[in-house]
Protein backbone atom coordinates (compact mmCIF):
# COMPACT_ATOMS: atom_id res chain seq x y z
CA UNK A 1 0.00 0.00 0.00
CA UNK A 2 1.11 3.93 -0.88
CA UNK A 3 0.36 7.33 -0.72
CA UNK A 4 2.68 9.29 -2.70
CA UNK A 5 1.90 13.39 -2.00
CA UNK A 6 3.56 15.97 -4.71
CA UNK A 7 3.21 18.66 -5.87
CA UNK A 8 4.04 21.09 -2.67
CA UNK A 9 6.35 23.90 -2.61
CA UNK A 10 7.04 27.32 -2.16
CA UNK A 11 3.86 30.02 -2.96
CA UNK A 12 3.85 33.10 -2.85
CA UNK A 13 0.03 34.77 -0.63
CA UNK A 14 -2.01 34.96 -3.22
CA UNK A 15 -0.70 32.52 -5.58
CA UNK A 16 -2.05 28.78 -6.22
CA UNK A 17 -0.47 25.34 -5.68
CA UNK A 18 -1.91 22.15 -6.31
CA UNK A 19 -1.20 18.56 -4.60
CA UNK A 20 -2.00 15.21 -6.14
CA UNK A 21 -2.15 11.74 -4.02
CA UNK A 22 -0.90 9.01 -6.21
CA UNK A 23 -2.53 5.80 -4.49
CA UNK A 24 -1.55 2.06 -5.11
CA UNK A 25 -1.95 -1.73 -3.38
CA UNK A 26 -5.67 -1.05 -2.67
CA UNK A 27 -8.83 -0.80 -4.21
CA UNK A 28 -8.62 3.38 -4.46
CA UNK A 29 -12.53 3.28 -5.47
CA UNK A 30 -13.85 2.17 -2.73
CA UNK A 31 -11.97 4.64 -0.28
CA UNK A 32 -13.00 7.93 1.29
CA UNK A 33 -9.75 10.30 0.79
CA UNK A 34 -9.15 13.31 2.94
CA UNK A 35 -6.44 15.71 3.17
CA UNK A 36 -4.83 16.94 6.51
CA UNK A 37 -2.58 19.60 7.14
CA UNK A 38 -0.11 19.63 10.44
CA UNK A 39 2.62 22.66 11.88
CA UNK A 40 5.00 21.43 13.43
CA UNK A 41 3.82 20.96 17.49
CA UNK A 42 0.34 21.15 16.32
CA UNK A 43 -2.25 18.35 15.44
CA UNK A 44 -3.02 17.42 12.67
CA UNK A 45 -6.04 18.50 10.85
CA UNK A 46 -8.48 17.67 8.05
CA UNK A 47 -8.69 20.26 5.62
CA UNK A 48 -11.03 18.77 3.00
CA UNK A 49 -12.29 15.36 2.40
CA UNK A 50 -14.17 13.65 -0.57
CA UNK A 51 -16.42 10.68 -0.56
CA UNK A 52 -15.48 7.08 -2.58
CA UNK A 53 -17.90 8.14 -4.74
CA UNK A 54 -16.33 11.37 -5.40
CA UNK A 55 -20.16 13.63 -5.51
CA UNK A 56 -20.00 14.78 -2.14
CA UNK A 57 -16.96 17.09 -0.33
CA UNK A 58 -16.06 18.73 3.03
CA UNK A 59 -14.24 21.34 3.89
CA UNK A 60 -12.53 23.36 7.03
CA UNK A 61 -13.78 26.59 7.59
CA UNK A 62 -10.40 27.98 6.94
CA UNK A 63 -10.44 26.94 4.37
CA UNK A 64 -13.92 27.07 2.07
CA UNK A 65 -14.07 28.58 -0.60
CA UNK A 66 -10.69 28.67 -1.77
CA UNK A 67 -9.44 25.13 -1.79
CA UNK A 68 -11.03 22.45 -4.17
CA UNK A 69 -10.49 18.64 -3.92
CA UNK A 70 -11.18 16.11 -6.39
CA UNK A 71 -10.60 12.97 -7.47
CA UNK A 72 -9.64 10.73 -10.86
CA UNK A 73 -10.47 7.00 -9.56
CA UNK A 74 -9.33 5.86 -13.75
CA UNK A 75 -6.08 7.57 -12.14
CA UNK A 76 -5.94 6.49 -8.25
CA UNK A 77 -4.87 10.52 -7.69
CA UNK A 78 -6.79 12.91 -5.53
CA UNK A 79 -5.86 16.55 -6.04
CA UNK A 80 -5.66 19.15 -3.67
CA UNK A 81 -6.11 22.50 -5.73
CA UNK A 82 -5.16 25.64 -3.64
CA UNK A 83 -5.87 29.01 -4.65
CA UNK A 84 -5.44 32.20 -2.93
CA UNK A 85 -2.57 30.68 -0.59
CA UNK A 86 -2.18 32.59 3.29
CA UNK A 87 0.71 32.09 4.96
CA UNK A 88 -1.34 30.11 7.58
CA UNK A 89 -1.72 27.88 4.68
CA UNK A 90 1.77 26.73 5.46
CA UNK A 91 1.96 23.41 6.99
CA UNK A 92 2.70 19.73 5.31
CA UNK A 93 -0.11 18.12 3.95
CA UNK A 94 -0.68 14.57 3.89
CA UNK A 95 -3.27 12.06 1.97
CA UNK A 96 -5.36 9.95 3.48
CA UNK A 97 -7.22 7.47 3.19
CA UNK A 98 -10.57 5.07 4.56
CA UNK A 99 -11.92 2.17 3.51
CA UNK A 100 -15.58 2.89 3.22
CA UNK A 101 -16.94 -0.74 1.61
CA UNK A 102 -17.83 -3.71 2.80
CA UNK A 103 -14.45 -5.27 3.08
CA UNK A 104 -12.57 -2.39 3.28
CA UNK A 105 -14.18 -1.19 6.43
CA UNK A 106 -11.41 -0.43 9.25
CA UNK A 107 -8.55 0.26 6.75
CA UNK A 108 -6.79 3.51 7.25
CA UNK A 109 -3.64 4.96 5.17
CA UNK A 110 -1.08 7.55 5.47
CA UNK A 111 0.97 8.89 3.00
CA UNK A 112 4.16 10.72 3.71
CA UNK A 113 3.06 14.40 3.31
CA UNK A 114 4.44 17.16 1.10
CA UNK A 115 5.54 20.29 2.72
CA UNK A 116 3.93 23.82 1.37
CA UNK A 117 5.34 27.01 2.14
CA UNK A 118 3.40 30.25 1.62
CA UNK A 119 5.48 33.18 2.12
CA UNK A 120 6.61 36.47 0.23
Known amino acids: VQLVESGGGLAQPGGSLTLSCAAS????????MTWYRQIPGKERHSVAGIRYLGGITNYSDAVKGRFTISRDNAKNTVYLTMNNLKPEDTAVYYCNAVGATFGQLGNDYWGQGTQVTVSS
Open 25 to 32: GFPFSWYD
